[in-house]
Structure formats: C-alpha cells, structure tokens
C-alpha cells in the first residue's frame, strides 16, 4: 500500500513544485537545522529529503553524499503517509526495508526516523529524517523533538513561499510607482477631509506646484470654485465621471482641468484618489474646430446666396417671357439680362471652384517654375485688354531682377484680379503704377510687386474685410464680380509662400503689395 | 383689384429690381428704390400697402431690423412685409418671421408665386 501513491498525489507535486526549491543550491538556514539534529540526535547522517514524483531530493545533507535517490527505495516516502514521525529501530527487521538497497549496500541504513514536513497547505512535501548505521531505540521524548525541528524546517519552507509574495509585491509596486510617476495624468491621493497626501510628478507640472507645497494641502484651494459640491449632482461627486472644471497654477493663472475621483478603503482608511488633466489643448483645440466649422458655414451660407441672386434673374425674367407678352425691344432686354446673369451665374462657379480647387489642392497643386517678371506681367495686362483703357497702366521693372519661383497661370490670375480692380474703381485716365523690384523675405531673394492707383479707394472697414471671401466694397451690383477676387488672389500668394500688403485711403487710391519668394539672380 | 395701392420695393441689384417691378405692376402702383437707407423715411411718406425688402441690405443694414422696427411702429405707419432674400436656409425664414414678416419668399422665385403671395397680402 505504501508504495501507491496517495490520492492528492498530484496536489501535493504541484505544492512541492510551486515552492520552487529541488535542484536549488544548499542554504545555510536548511543545513544548520540537519546539523544540529545530526548533534542533537547524536546520528550520523540527517537529511531534510523532499519527496518528487520518483525520487527524493535532499535539500540539505549532513553526513551524506548522495544528492537524490530513486523514490522507490525511499524510506521517506512512507514517512510523509502520515502526520506521526516514522521510526523504523532496525530496517533488517522491518519486512518493508530488509531488502531495501540502502539497508543491503551504501550508506546501510538501520536506523531511520522520519518527521513529515508540511507545507502552509498542509501538503507532506518530505521529511525531517534521521540515519544511523546502527540499530537504535527512538523514546517518545525523541519523536517530540524531530517534529518540533520538522515544524522549523517547514517554516523556513513556507518563508521560501513568503519571500517570494513579498518580491513580486514589492516589484509590483515599483511598476506601479514608476507607472504612476510617469502618467501624463496628475494623480492626488486625498484623505477622508480632502487634504493631499500625495501627488505624482504630472500633478507637480499641471499645478506648477512642488510635492512639498501641495502635501497636506485642501485639494479644493488647486480649484478656481472651490465648491465641489456645487459641480456634482445631489448626492455628491459620483465616482469616476470626469468633471470640468477652472484651476489655478502657483502663480495665480486660471487653466480648465477635468479630473476623475474615486473613493476608496486604502489600509482601513478612506481616501480618495483624483486623477487630473490639463485640457487647456484640447480646448483650444474645440475652439478652433467650432470657428472652422462657424467660418464654413458662413461661407456656404454667402455662396448659396450670391449664386441664387443670379439665379433669380435668370428664372424670374425667363419666367415672363414665357407667360406675358412684351413688345419686341423689352423682349430682347430681358434675354440680355438672364444672358448677363446667367454669364455672371458661370463666372461665379468657376471661381468658387477655383477657390475650392486652390484652397483643397494646397502647395502640392502649384506648378512651381523660375519665371521672368516681365513676361507674367506682359500676360497678365494682355489678358486685361477686354477690360479696356490698359494704356494707363505704367510699368517700372528694376535692372535685374531675380527670377520669380512660381506658378505662372495661379500667379497671372492673381495678378489679373487685382490689376482689374484698380480698373474697376478709379477714374478712367487716371495712371495705374506697376512697379516690380528686389526684396527680401524670410532672409531669402524675393520680389515686390506694388500696384498703386488713384482710385476711390477704401475706409479702413472697407480694408478689414477686403480679403474676405463674397465682400464688395461697394456691393453694388452695378459693378460686376463675385466677391471671391481679392480671396483668391491672397490665397493665391499666400499658397506660393508670399506675403500681400495693402494701404488705401479713401478718394486718393489704394497700393497692394505683394512679396513672393524668388531665385537667386543669374 | 385695387390699382390705387403703393407697392414698395427695396432691391439694391438693378436687374432684380426691374424683375420686381414688371411682376407686381399688375396689382399696383410699385416704387421701386435701391437704397435701403431711406426705407423708413419712404414707408412714413408712401403708406405703402405692402413692402418688398431683402435681408441683406448692404451699407451695413440688415432688413430684419428694418421689419422690426416697422412693425413696432416706426414709421407711423405699418405695411404688410414680404421679406424676398436669396437666405434661403429654414432657419432664415424662421427669423424672417420672427422679425414680423407677413411672407417670406426664397430668390430665386417664380414671378407668378410672388404674385400670389402679394396679392394675398394686400387682399387681407
């Protein structure tokens, strides 16, 4: 019976197994308990044997050289069947050992007894065992003492186990520090009052505030309304749900955080820990989204309407014709007018499509190309020449002129919006100055190019608005345009990496200037 | 129908101003300005029966307040307004009515729905 092994059998391996101890080196806190047996006995040979699955291994050996052997010659493994100490007085008597090798050949055992050592579960993982060479009576007095060193050794095996708890907890909390400490989050831990028992080192950034300056402090003195209360629902702050709030840094600056509470038993205490952030990006983030969002639905707003102006014309007058009779010269000047809404309808699309395509294509859209001054400005004022009176344009080009780096067509349109509005809004006759010379910009080559006119010029609401997409100075519709000129040419500029100037004063004329990034003269 | 009726018309674009006229002429006598900035001056000196007016006035004037001010009596006088704008959005109608229009009619319009719409109102 003895030699089958017991039920919990597999429980007891995996007990022995998790202690992590066979085939681990000798420790002294093992040898000086076999030692002193060894002495206290007066036996040769004591062991603490831990019984594997076929064999057993002894953790420490005193008068024995042997490392492990096979469990089925073990003494021990009868020994740990049960919770008394096994004494066996002389194994050539004992029907279970008299042909035992140990008993017949090295180390001739005849003595042996055996304290079973329990791990914390109770499992007999070994034994506590005594050797002699020689039979040998054991008293009661004997056995008391083997079980009360058998209990050190089981100690000393359960300390194995608690060692190990302390380490991974000890590790655990060096991971949980260092994770603390290098949260982007702030986290406070507050007592049951409120009062900062500690902080990590994001929350020393978000408040601008030492460890030292915060410890003991009132968590509600970091807040810009110090009353929590009035934040929450009734019932208190609830646990884990991000509230907004205003707070202060050290020297006095407001900043909106949102922080997170969670109340819990820490030791038997209350606490309370805050996680805090700092969402001053985030809001500055929606803000800018909303006024995205704002500046486009203003400008689909001004689109649709500019388009249905002409719109209505074009439907309005062909509506009339259609349903009421006119004399014949009528007739034609109502065709005249949807013709010249409708062109106006065509020219408005394709600018807002322009501006469409230049505002979603970005820089990756521009043909970028070296070009000569005079020749864009020889296009643009022949592409002018519908526009009539271009005589009165004058231009001025400096000797030498380095390259533009440009894209010819965006530039020329540019060029042509606001050379047609100097047309457009001064006196006919009156001189236009197109003057071309070197400049400077972002420490590079660059070219200036200054429109001046004497035109009727514009009030400084007037300039203000002038760029924004549909504006008029005028808004008349006697003068024809979209409104998108001015836009596209400073989206335009702007795209090629230039900057646009304009000066104007009412009833004597208005100057742009436009500086765009150029080559290195040759 | 009443041919001794003043229609009112406050239209900045050229085009549509004569589109006005020729559409409501049938069913009055129709002043027709460009201007907007006299638009109350005009209402206390023409009584009209019905004032035509945009909401984008230009010159910085908005005619929502204009039809405020008009129908809290400004003018001494109180005409039925058809707000005729090319803000065309439910929420542009909404404040248009708001402001005391008695219509609002969205540009583009058919001539023959702005004359129903105005003979209504000067019927009522």
Not at chain 1, 159 to 174: C, D, F, M, P, T
Not at chain 1, 203 to 225: P, Y
Request: with cysteine.
């Amino acid at each position: 019976m003895p030699d089958t092994p017991p039920n919990d059998e597999a429980h007891r391996l995996q007990v022995l197994f998790n202690l992590d101890i066979l085939d681990t080196p000798p420790e002294e806190r093992f040898d000086r308990i076999t030692r002193l047996a060894s002495r206290l006995f007066n036996v040769p040979v004591a062991l603490v044997s831990l019984v594997d699955a076929d064999r057993q291994w002894f953790k420490s050996r005193h008068g024995l050289d042997v490392l492990q052997t096979h469990r089925s010659m073990s003494f021990c493994t009868h020994t740990i069947q049960q919770d008394e100490v096994m004494v066996v007085e002389d194994a050539l008597r004992d029907v279970r050992f008299v042909d035992n090798p140990l008993v017949t050949g090295e180390p001739n055992i005849r003595f042996y007894a055996g304290s079973p050592l329990a791990a914390p579960d109770g499992s007999r993982v070994g034994t506590l065992c005594l050797i002699d060479r020689a039979p040998r009576a054991f008293s009661e007095e004997e056995a008391a003492a083997l079980r009360d060193l058998a209990a050190i050794v089981a100690n000393e095996l359960a300390a194995v186990e608690l060692n190990r708890a302390l380490l991974i907890q000890r590790e655990s909390e060096a991971g949980m520090h260092a994770l603390i400490d290098y949260m982007p989050e702030g986290v406070l831990l507050l007592d049951a009052v409120g009062r900062i028992l500690f902080v990590n080192p994001a929350a020393e950034r978000i408040f601008q505030r030492s460890t030292a300056d915060l410890l003991g402090q009132s968590a509600v003195t970091l807040l810009v309304n110090r009353d929590v209360r009035a934040m929450a629902p009734p019932g208190g702050l609830p646990n884990l749900q991000a509230i907004e709030t205003l707070a202060l840094r050290a020297d006095g600056s407001q900043f909106p955080l949102e922080f997170t509470i969670n109340r819990i038993m820490m030791g038997g205490e209350r606490r309370v820990t805050a996680i805090v952030r700092d969402i001053s990006k985030r809001r500055k983030l929606d803000d800018s989204n909303r006024a995205t969002d704002e500046r486009r639905r203003k400008y689909f707003a001004t689109a649709t309407h500019e388009l249905r102006t002409p719109m209505a014309s074009v439907l309005g007058f062909s509506e009339l014709l259609l349903k009421r009779d006119f004399d014949p010269a009528t007739g034609r000047e109502l065709v005249e007018i949807i013709h010249r809404q409708a062109s106006r309808l065509v020219a408005l699309i394709n600018q807002l499509l322009d501006l469409a395509r230049i505002e979603a294509g970005g820089k990756e859209s521009l043909d970028i190309r070296p070009l000569a001054a005079s020749a864009l400005i020889e296009q643009t004022l022949a592409g002018l020449v519908g526009l009539g009176d271009t005589a009165r344009i004058q231009v001025t080009l400096a000797n030498t002129l380095p390259p533009m780096l440009g894209d010819a067509d965006k530039l020329q349109q540019a060029l042509t919006n606001i050379v047609s509005n100097s047309i457009k809004y001064s006196a006919p006759g009156s001189p236009i100055l197109l003057d071309v010379a070197p400049a400077r910009r972002a420490g590079g080559p660059a070219l200036a190019i200054r429109v001046r006119d004497q035109g009727i010029g514009m009030t400084p609401e007037q300039v203000a608005q002038v760029f924004d997409a549909f504006y008029r100075a005028d808004n008349a519709s006697t003068a024809p345009g979209s409104g998108l000129g001015m836009t596209i040419f400073k989206e335009i500029i702007e795209l090629h990496g230039g900057t646009v100037e304009l000066s104007s004063t009412p009833g004597s004329g208005t100057t742009i200037t436009m500086v765009l990034p150029a080559g290195v003269s040759t | 129908m009443t041919m001794d009726k003043t229609i009112l018309v406050v239209e900045d674009q050229d085009d549509l101003r004569l589109l006005i006229r020729l559409t409501l002429k049938q069913l009055g006598r129709v002043s027709a300005h460009a201007d907007a900035r006299e638009v109350i001056e005009l209402v206390r000196t023409e009584r009209p029966a019905l004032l035509v007016l945009d909401v984008w006035l230009g010159a910085g004037l908005n005619g929502l307040d204009i039809c405020r001010q008009l129908k809290a009596g400004a003018a001494g006088h109180v005409p039925k307004v058809l707000m005729l704008s090319a803000c065309g959005q439910q929420s542009d109608v909404e404040a248009g009515m708001a402001a005391g229009a008695d219509r609002y009619v969205v540009k583009p319009f058919s001539p023959e729905s702005l004359v129903k719409a105005a003979s209504y109102l000067l019927a009522a």
